[in-house]
C-alpha cells in the first residue's frame, strides 16, 4: 500500500542542512496500522507531513515514499491533490485549528464529499449524516449543523475524522490525534480509529509520543529517535522485547501503571523512574 | 505545628456566564471541596479538563477568591487575612506551572527569574549574597550554579521546568502546587523532574499539591489523591486505596480508559 | 517601490548571517538616517538662508540657481527644503511622542485592569472619531495656526491608534504563566507591567513609532498644506507643496521637490518599520 524507502529529509539551516529524518524506511500493507512512536524532535511528524506532500517549501528529500507504486515526492501539486483526501486522509491533533470555524460540521463535511464527486448537496448531506453517524456523534441529526465552537474537543476530533473519511480514502494519517483530549474521550476516539481499520479495510499511520497509545491501536511499530527509525516490527514484539536502547529507555520512563502489561520490568540503560 | 498543613473545607467558586439574550446563569466550577495535605506528604487532584481542578489550584495560590469555604495554611484562612499580612504569607506558598515555555520571561535572564519571589522578603538578600542564593537554588534542581546569567531560550524544556521550580523554592516555601508540571513534558524528562520532586519533599520536607490528569504520574508521586468530576472531589483516599480499589464508578471509568501496555495482544483478539 | 525591494534582495545574498526583514531595515535605516541627517545639518548650514528672498532670481530651474533651483520669490529651494526637513520632522516627532506615550499607558493600563479597560477604551473611541485635519482646523480657530497647533491634532488622533496596540499586546503578555508567577511573588499591577509587560510589548511599539512618525509626516504636510501648520516664513515642505502650485506648469521642479522629500521619508520610515517588526520578533529572534 505504502512503502517509504530511504527517506531522508533535511532543512537548510545556519551550519549547513539539518536533517529532521535521516534514512528511514517503512511499510504498511493494506488494512494495517503502523505506530510510529517517538520524543519530541524525532522526525515523526516530519515523515508524516512528507506522506501527504505537504513539506515547507525549503525541506530537501531524498529516497522514496511509494503509494501503489508512485512516488510522492516527484508528483506535481495536481497530482498531490488527487492523492490527499482521496487517496489518504489526515487526521490532526487539534481539530479546532483544522476546522473552519465558519462552517458547520455537516457543511465541511459535504464539501469535500462535492469537491470530489458529482452528486447533489442533498445526497451529500445524507452522505455526511452517515459518516457522523459512523463516527458515533451522539444525535448526528441535531449536530450536522453545529459549529465548531458549540462542540466539544472530542466531538470535533469525531468531525475531523468524518472530514477525513468523507473521500474514502485508503489510507488516514492520525498525527497525535487524542493528545489535546481527556482520556476518557481518547479511549472513544481511538475505539473509533480501530473499527475503521477493522470494518473498512483502511490502512492507518498513527504517530503518538504515548506507547499506551500505540499499545492498544497499532499492529507494527516504527521507534524513531533524532530523525532515525532505531527499532521497527510487530508491536508486540518491539514493546515486548525491544532490542534497541532506545526503545527499552522510552518504556522504563513510562509510569509504572502504563508499563503494567509487561512480563518482566525492562533493562534501563539510564535506570526507570523511581 | 499540629494538625494538616494545607485544609481546604467546603470550598465553592462560581463563576457568572453571560449567555444568550444577556440572561446569566452561574457555573459552578469548584463544588464544595474539602481535604486535608498533611505537612511533608504529597497530595495528587486528579481529573479531565473542565473538572475545576486549576480553579481549586488558584484558589489554593490565593490568585483567586472562592465563593465559599476556607482554605488553610499552617492555621491562617488566607481570605481572613489583610492584603498586607496575605502578601507576608506568599512566602510560604509557590506555584509551579504548566508550560515551561509560557512560565518564564523570555526577555529576563535566569537568576532574576529564580529571584523573583525574594520580592516577598522584607530581609531579602542582596548583591554577592543574593546571586550566591540563586546558584544555591540552582543546583538544588540539578543545573549549573552559572546558568542564572543565561536565558530561558538557552534551555530545553526539562531545564526550563527545572529553573521554574527553583523560582518556586526559592523562599524556602512550606507548600508548592504544581499545576500540570509535567504535563508538556517528553515521557524521559517528565520521569526525571518527578524524581526531583519526590528528592526535594524528601530533603526540604517540602508539601507538594499535585494537579494532574494522568494517572500514572499519580501513582508515581502522590501519597494520596483526589478524583475530581465537575467540581466535586467523588473519592478521596491514599493513592493505593483509590487506584488498586476504586469505589466510585468515575473512577473507575477512568482508570479503565488510561492506556497502557497491558492492552498488547489484546488487539487481534478484539479484532 | 518594486526597484527599490529588488536591491536590498541582491546586496542580501552577498552578506552570511542575513536575517528575514534585514532588506526593509537596511534601506529604511539608510533613507531615516539621511533624513534626520539633513534636518539636523539644516541648523548649522545651508546653502542659502532659507528666507533669503531674491526676486531677480525667481523661479530658476534646478542646477541653474542653487541644487534644486529657485521659488517664485527667488528663496533657494535646496535650503528650504533642509529647513522643511527639520521642521516636519519636529513636529512630527512631537505628535507621535505625545500620541505614544500617552497611547502606551493608557494601553497597559487597560491590560492590567478591567475597570481602566472599559473607561479608557471608550475614551479612545471618541477621541477616533476626530480626524486629525478637522480636530486642527478646530483648535487653530481656538490656539491660531502653529506648531503647537499641529503637534496637538496628530498626538491625539494617535493616543487611540497606541493604545489599541499596546491593550492588544499587553493582554497576551497577561495571559502568560510568568505573569501568573510574578503574582505569586506578590507583584503589583504596576510593577508588573514595568517589569514584565512593557519590556515584552516594547518592539511592537517601536515598530508602531516608525510607522505613526510616516503618517505624522504626512499629516503635517497636510496641515500646512492646508495653512495651519508653521506660520511663515519658516519652511515646511506642505507648504512648499501649496505654493507651487500656481506654478505647477513654469516651475515643476517647485512641486517635484518637497513631493519627492515626503514619499522618501515615509517609504523610508515604513521600510525601518516593516525591518524592526521582523527583527524584533522575539519568536524569529530566537530562531536565528
Redesign the interface.
Known amino acids: 500500500m505504502l512503502a517509504i524507502r530511504n527517506l531522508s529529509i533535511a532543512f537548510p539551516g ?1 551550519g549547513g542542512p539539518v536533517r529532521v529524518v535521516d534514512d528511514v524506511s517503512v511499510e504498511v500493507g493494506r488494512g494495517e496500522s503502523l505506530g510510529i512512536v517517538g ?2 524532535g524525532s522526525g515523526k511528524s516530519m515523515l508524516s507531513l512528507a506522506t501527504i506532500g505537504l513539506l515547507p517549501k525549503s525541506a530537501r528529500t531524498s529516497g522514496e515514499i511509494l503509494l501503489e507504486g508512485k512516488n510522492i515526492l516527484t508528483m506535481s501539486e495536481r497530482a498531490l491533490c488527487a492523492v490527499r483526501g482521496r487517496r489518504i486522509g489526515m487526521i490532526f491533533q487539534e481539530p479546532m485549528t483544522a476546522l473552519n470555524p465558519a462552517m458547520s460540521a455537516g457543511q465541511q463535511i459535504a464539501e469535500g464529499i462535492r469537491l470530489h464527486r458529482r452528486i447533489g448537496r442533498a445526497e451529500a448531506r445524507a452522505e455526511a449524516l452517515r459518516l457522523l453517524d459512523r463516527v458515533r456523534i451522539p444525535d448526528p441529526a441535531r449536530r450536522i449543523d453545529s459549529y465548531p465552537h458549540e462542540m466539544s ?1 472530542g466531538q470535533r476530533q469525531r468531525v475531523g475524522i468524518a472530514i477525513a473519511l468523507a473521500l474514502k480514502p485508503d489510507l488516514l494519517i492520525a498525527d497525535e490525534p487524542t493528545t489535546a483530549l ?6 472513544e476516539i ?1 475505539d473509533i480509529l ?1 473499527e475503521l ?2 470494518d473498512l479495510g483502511l490502512s492507518l499511520i498513527l504517530i503518538s ?5 500505540i ?5 507494527r511499530t516504527l521507534v524513531m529517535c533524532r530523525g532515525r527509525a532505531v527499532e521497527e516490527g510487530p ?2 514484539t518491539v ?2 522485547h525491544p532490542t534497541a536502547p532506545y526503545t527499552r ?14 512480563a518482566e520490568e525492562p533493562h534501563a540503560a539510564a535506570g ?3 | 505545628m499540629t494538625g494538616p498543613l494545607l485544609s481546604i473545607e467546603n470550598l465553592t467558586r462560581d463563576y457568572a456566564l453571560r449567555g444568550k439574550g444577556g440572561a446569566t446563569r452561574t457555573l459552578r466550577a469548584v463544588d464544595g471541596v474539602s481535604l486535608d495535605v498533611g505537612a511533608g506528604s504529597i497530595f495528587a487532584v486528579v481529573g479531565e479538563s473542565g473538572c475545576g481542578k486549576s480553579t481549586l489550584a488558584r484558589i489554593v495560590m490565593a490568585l483567586d477568591r472562592p465563593t465559599s469555604g476556607t482554605v488553610r495554611l499552617g492555621g491562617d484562612d488566607l481570605f481572613a487575612l489583610t492584603p498586607k499580612a496575605l502578601a507576608r504569607k506568599r512566602r510560604d506558598f509557590q506555584m509551579v506551572f504548566q508550560d515551561p515555555y509560557g512560565s518564564l520571561n523570555p526577555r529576563h535572564s535566569v537568576g532574576r527569574i529564580v529571584a523573583e519571589p525574594l520580592h516577598l522578603l522584607d530581609d531579602a538578600p542582596r548583591g554577592r549574597e543574593r546571586a550566591a542564593l540563586v546558584a544555591r537554588a540552582l543546583e538544588d534542581v540539578g543545573l549549573p550554579g552559572n546558568a542564572a546569567e543565561r536565558f530561558p531560550h538557552e534551555f530545553s524544556g526539562g531545564q526550563r521546568q527545572r529553573i521554574a521550580i527553583a523560582r518556586a523554592l526559592i523562599t524556602h516555601p512550606k507548600l508548592v502546587v504544581a499545576d500540570e508540571a509535567v504535563s508538556a513534558l517528553d515521557l524521559s524528562i517528565q520521569a526525571q523532574i518527578l524524581r526531583l520532586i519526590l528528592s526535594l519533599r524528601d530533603r526540604h520536607g517540602l508539601t507538594v499539591l499535585f494537579i494532574t490528569h494522568n494517572i500514572g504520574v499519580v501513582d508515581e508521586i502522590a501519597d494520596r489523591v483526589g478524583v475530581m468530576q465537575a467540581g466535586r472531589l467523588v473519592e478521596t483516599g491514599t493513592v493505593r486505596e483509590v487506584l488498586d480499589h476504586p469505589r466510585e464508578a468515575y473512577t473507575r471509568t477512568l482508570l479503565a480508559a488510561e492506556p497502557t501496555l497491558a492492552a498488547l495482544g489484546q488487539r487481534r483478539r478484539r479484532v | 517601490m518594486t526597484a527599490l525591494a529588488k536591491v536590498p534582495g541582491a546586496v542580501v545574498r552577498l552578506r552570511r548571517g542575513w536575517r528575514p526583514g534585514s532588506g526593509a531595515l537596511l534601506v529604511g535605516g539608510i533613507l531615516t538616517a539621511c533624513l534626520v541627517g539633513i534636518a539636523l545639518l539644516s541648523l548649522v548650514w545651508t546653502p542659502e538662508d532659507p528666507a533669503r528672498m531674491r526676486i531677480l532670481q525667481k523661479l530658476k530651474g534646478p542646477l541653474v540657481s542653487g541644487l534644486l533651483g529657485t521659488d517664485h520669490l527667488g528663496r533657494d529651494v535646496a535650503s528650504m527644503l533642509m529647513r522643511g526637513a527639520f521642521n516636519s520632522l519636529t513636529t512630527a516627532f512631537a505628535a507621535v511622542a505625545v500620541g505614544a506615550v500617552l497611547g502606551t499607558l493608557a494601553g497597559v493600563a487597560a491590560a492590567a485592569g478591567p475597570k481602566c479597560d472599559a473607561v479608557l477604551m471608550r475614551i479612545c473611541d471618541a477621541l477616533f472619531a476626530l480626524p486629525p485635519i478637522l480636530s486642527a482646523i478646530m483648535l487653530g480657530a481656538l490656539l491660531g495656526p502653529g506648531a503647537l497647533t499641529a503637534i496637538v491634532a496628530i498626538g491625539v488622533f494617535m493616543i487611540p491608534v497606541f493604545a489599541r496596540v499596546t491593550r492588544g499586546a499587553a493582554m497576551q503578555i497577561w495571559a502568560r504563566e510568568y505573569i501568573m508567577a510574578a503574582r505569586m511573588a506578590g507583584k503589583g499591577p504596576v510593577r508588573i507591567t514595568a517589569e514584565h509587560v512593557l519590556p515584552n510589548i516594547a518592539g511592537q511599539v517601536i515598530v508602531q513609532v516608525t510607522i505613526q512618525l510616516a503618517m505624522a509626516i504626512l499629516t503635517e504636510a497636510g496641515l500646512s498644506f492646508l495653512g495651519l501648520g508653521l506660520p511663515p516664513p519658516a519652511p515646511t515642505w506642505g507648504r512648499m507643496l501649496a505654493e507651487s502650485q500656481t506654478y505647477l506648469l513654469q516651475a515643476p521642479h517647485l512641486a517635484l521637490a518637497p513631493g519627492l522629500a515626503i514619499a522618501a521619508a515615509v517609504l523610508g520610515l515604513n521600510l525601518l518599520g516593516d525591518g524592526l517588526a521582523v527583527r524584533l520578533d522575539p519568536r524569529r529572534r530566537q530562531a536565528s
Do not use: F, M, N, Y
Open positions: 545556519s520524543e519530541s474537543g481527556d482520556v476518557t474521550v481518547q479511549k481511538l480501530d481499520v477493522a509520543h504515548d506507547l499506551g497509545v499499545a492498544r491501536s497499532t499492529d508491536t508486540e514493546l515486548r529507555d522510552l518504556i522504563a520512563a513510562l509510569p509504572r501503571r502504563a508499563r503494567a502489561g509487561l526507570g523512574a523511581r
